[in-house]
C-alpha cells in the first residue's frame, strides 16, 4: 500500500485531545493491559493495525469500511489498537506514529489504547477538512462508539462520517469556531469535569505562590498592629481564619513549586528560598499554635500570649477575657504576615531561573518524563489498590478508595496543558509554552501526591497488621491485673476494653478488616487498662517503646490522610481542620524528639495527643469537602 510523502507537519486537532479519555470510560470493560508499546509499525497490508487483540471477528467490518473511504474518496484512514501509548500523551503517540510509517496529506490515523482508555486522531497539516469538521467526525461517531467499548464501531464511523463530509463542500482554512472547545470539554462529565476543576484551582494557587497577598488586609504591608485590623472580636476572628488558611494554602504552593526548582537546578541554586520557606512554616506553625489554644474548651489557665507589650493602640489589660483573646488573634495576624514578607522578598530571585525563555524545551522535557513515569505509576497503584481492596475492609481503604481514578483525571488535565505547551512551542511563544509547563508540573504534582497516598497506605496497613498480634497480646496480658487491682469503679471500664480486644480478635479471623483502626482500638483499651491495675508494665522501657510505635502509627495515618484530603481538595477545607492538623504535626515532632531520650514516657503522651488532633482534622476536614459537594462517594462523582 502506499503511503503518499513524508509528513512535514502533523495538525493536532485540537478538539481532540484526548477528550474522551478514562471519564466516560472507567465503568465500561476493556482490551485486556498487557506491555507498554511504544509508537508501532503499521500492518503491511490493509489498514488495521490491532495490536491489543480489541477487535475480535470485526477485523474484516472494520477493512471494508476503511476500503470504501479509500474507494470513494481517495482518503486512507488507519486504524491502530494498543493497549496502552507507553507513557505518551495520546495526540504525541499517535503523530509519532504517523511520521515513523510516513504518512502522507490525504491519510489520517486514527489510535486509541484500551487500557488506560485513551484516544487521538493525526491528520497532516495540508489535509481537505478543517479542524472543525473533523472535530464533529469524532464527536458525532468516534466518541459515542468508544464510550460503549465499541472499538470496531469507532473506526466504521469514523469512516463512513470522513466519506460524507469529503462529499461535499468543507473549510480548508483550518479555522476553529468557539463550538470546537465547548462541545469536546461537555463529554467530560464526572470524573473529567472533576479533573479540569482540580486543574484550574491548582492554577489559581500557583499565580498566588508565595504569599496570600491577594487576601485583604495581606502583603507587603501585611497586618500591622495599627492599621487595617478590624476591633470587633468577631470580624477580628473571621479575618484571622480567612489569613490563616491562605497563608496555608501559599506555603503547600511554595513546598511543591521549591520540589519542582530543585529537581531543575538543585540544592544549591534554591537554598534561600528553601531558607525563607522554613521560615515562613515556622512563622504559620505558631500562628495555628495560638488559634488552637483559642479553640481549646475550655481555655488553658492563662492563655500563651505572644511575648513583648500591647500594642500601642491596646491599653495595658490584665491578660484575660477578650482583651487576651484580640491580642492573641492580632499576633496570628501579623505571624502570617511575617511569613508572607519573607517570602514575598525572595520570590523574584526565585523564579528568575525558571522565567520563561530559559529554556522551556527542556522544561518540556522534563516534565514529560514526569507524565510518563506517573502513567506507570497509576496502572501500579492500580494493581495495589485491587489487591488491597480483598485483603482489607472498607474502611481501611476510604481515605484513597478514589485515588487512583484521581490521578488519572490529573493526567487528563496533564495531556491537554502538554499539548497546549507544544503547539505553543511550534508557534514561537516561548512565553505561552512556559505557562503551560508550570501547570502541568501543578497537576502532575497532584497526580503523584494521589499515588503517593495509596503506596503510603497500602505500608501502614501491611505495618500496623504485623503489629497486631502483639499489641492485642500486650492488652490481654494486662486484663488480669487491671481486674485483681479493679476497684468496683472500674468495673464498666474493664469491661469495655475487653469487649474491645474479643471484637478485634473476632474481625482478625473472620475475613478482611482495618487493621489501622484495630490497632487504634486495642491500644487505647491497653490505656484504660493501665489505668486501672497495669501501671507498672506501662512503665517498662521496652513495651512503651512499642506502643509508642503503635500509636505512632496510627497517628501519622490518620494526619497522612488529614494531610492528603487538604492538599488535593484545600480550597473547601477551613481553619478548624488545617489547625488540628498543624497542632498533631507539632505533637508528633515533639513526640519524636522525646522518644530520642532514655524515657519514652513523654512521647507517648505527645503522640496520644497528636492522634486525638488528627482524627478531629480529618473529620473536620471530610465534612468541610462534603458540604462543599466535592467529596467522594457522596453522589457528586463517579
Keep these: 500500500m502506499s503511503r503518499t510523502g513524508p509528513r512535514t507537519a502533523v495538525r493536532a486537532v485540537r478538539a481532540l485531545v484526548a477528550v474522551l479519555l478514562a471519564t466516560c470510560w472507567t465503568a465500561l470493560p476493556g482490551a485486556s493491559p498487557a506491555r507498554a508499546q511504544d509508537p508501532v509499525p503499521l500492518a503491511a497490508s490493509g489498514w488495521v493495525t490491532d495490536r491489543a487483540h480489541a477487535l475480535d471477528g470485526r477485523a474484516p467490518e472494520v477493512a471494508a469500511a476503511l476500503g ?47 487500557g488506560p482508555r485513551l484516544y487521538a486522531l493525526s491528520v497532516d497539516q495540508g489535509f481537505r477538512l478543517s479542524d472543525q469538521v473533523l472535530g464533529e467526525v469524532a464527536r458525532e461517531s468516534v466518541e459515542p462508539a468508544l464510550r460503549r467499548a465499541d472499538w470496531a464501531g469507532a473506526a466504521v464511523g469514523a469512516a463512513r462520517d470522513l466519506d460524507t463530509a469529503l462529499a461535499g463542500p468543507a473549510r480548508r482554512d483550518g479555522s476553529v469556531s468557539a463550538s470546537d472547545y ?31 497577598a491577594s487576601a485583604p488586609g495581606a502583603g507587603a504591608a501585611g497586618w500591622e498592629r495599627d492599621a487595617g485590623v478590624p476591633r470587633e472580636p468577631a470580624a477580628l476572628e473571621a479575618e484571622a481564619d480567612r489569613t490563616l488558611v491562605a497563608t496555608d494554602d501559599a506555603i503547600r504552593t511554595s513546598d511543591e513549586e521549591l520540589g519542582f526548582a530543585v529537581e531543575r537546578f538543585g540544592e544549591a541554586a534554591t537554598r534561600p528560598f528553601a531558607r525563607a520557606l522554613a521560615y515562613a512554616r515556622s512563622e504559620l506553625a505558631t500562628a495555628f499554635r495560638l488559634r488552637q489554644q483559642l479553640d481549646d474548651d475550655p481555655p488553658p489557665q492563662g492563655l500563651a500570649l505572644p511575648q513583648g507589650p500591647a500594642p500601642p493602640d491596646e491599653p495595658e489589660l490584665p491578660e484575660e477575657g477578650g482583651a487576651a483573646r484580640r491580642r ?34 527542556r522544561a518540556l522535557e522534563t516534565v514529560e518524563t514526569a507524565f510518563r513515569t506517573l502513567t506507570g505509576r497509576t496502572a501500579a497503584a492500580d494493581s495495589t489498590l485491587t489487591a488491597l481492596r480483598q485483603r482489607y475492609a472498607e474502611s481501611a481503604l476510604a481515605p484513597v478508595a478514589h485515588h ?61 497488621e504485623e503489629l497486631l498480634p502483639g499489641a492485642l497480646a500486650d492488652a490481654q496480658a494486662a486484663v488480669a491485673p487491671a481486674r485483681e487491682s479493679s476497684p468496683d469503679a472500674g468495673h464498666e471500664t474493664l469491661t469495655r476494653a475487653e469487649t474491645v480486644l474479643v471484637g478485634v480478635g473476632r474481625a482478625r479471623a473472620s475475613g478482611p478488616y482495618d487493621p489501622i483502626d484495630a490497632l487504634r482500638r486495642v491500644a487505647q483499651a491497653e490505656a484504660a487498662l493501665a489505668e486501672l491495675g497495669a501501671p507498672a508494665r506501662e512503665g517498662g522501657p521496652e513495651h512503651l517503646r512499642a506502643l509508642l510505635e503503635r500509636v505512632t502509627l496510627t ?40 522518644a530520642a531520650g532514655p524515657d519514652p514516657a513523654g512521647a507517648l503522651a505527645e503522640v496520644r495527643r497528636a492522634d486525638t488532633l488528627a482524627q478531629q482534622a480529618l473529620a473536620l476536614a471530610e465534612a468541610d469537602v462534603r458540604n462543599d459537594g466535592d467529596l467522594p462517594g457522596q453522589g457528586e462523582k463517579p
Design 328 to 361: 492573641m488573634l492580632r499576633e496570628i495576624l501579623s505571624r502570617c504576615a511575617s511569613a508572607g514578607r519573607r517570602l514575598d522578598a525572595e520570590a523574584e530571585a526565585f523564579d528568575a531561573p525558571r522565567a520563561p525563555e530559559r529554556d522551556t524545551p
Design 182 to 212: 465547548v462541545l469536546p470539554v461537555a463529554v467530560l462529565v464526572g470524573a473529567g469535569a472533576v479533573a479540569l476543576y482540580a486543574y484550574a484551582r491548582r492554577k489559581r494557587r500557583a499565580a498566588t505562590r508565595t504569599t496570600p
Design 68 to 114: 470504501r473511504l479509500h474507494e470513494d474518496r481517495s482518503v486512507q484512514l488507519f486504524a491502530v489498537y494498543v493497549d496502552d501509548f507507553s507513557g505518551r500523551t495520546a495526540q504525541d503517540w499517535a503523530d509519532t506514529t504517523a511520521q515513523q510509517n510516513g504518512l502522507g496529506r490525504d491519510d489520517l490515523l486514527l489510535a486509541v489504547a484500551t
Design 404 to 464: 487512583v481514578e484521581d490521578a488519572k483525571e490529573h493526567l487528563v488535565a496533564a495531556t491537554a496543558s502538554l499539548n497546549a505547551a507544544h503547539q505553543a512551542l511550534d508557534a514561537e511563544d516561548p512565553a505561552e509554552a512556559a505557562t503551560h509547563v508550570r501547570t502541568t508540573e501543578a497537576t502532575l504534582a497532584g497526580a503523584t501526591a494521589f499515588l503517593n497516598a495509596v503506596d503510603r497506605r497500602a505500608a501502614e496497613l501491611a505495618r500496623a
Design 555 to 594: 497517628a501519622r495515618a490518620t494526619a497522612a490522610a488529614a494531610e492528603d484530603l487538604i492538599a488535593t481538595r484545600g480550597d473547601a477545607v477551613g481553619c478548624p481542620a488545617r489547625t488540628r492538623l498543624w497542632e498533631a504535626r507539632r505533637h508528633l515532632a515533639q513526640a519524636a524528639a522525646e
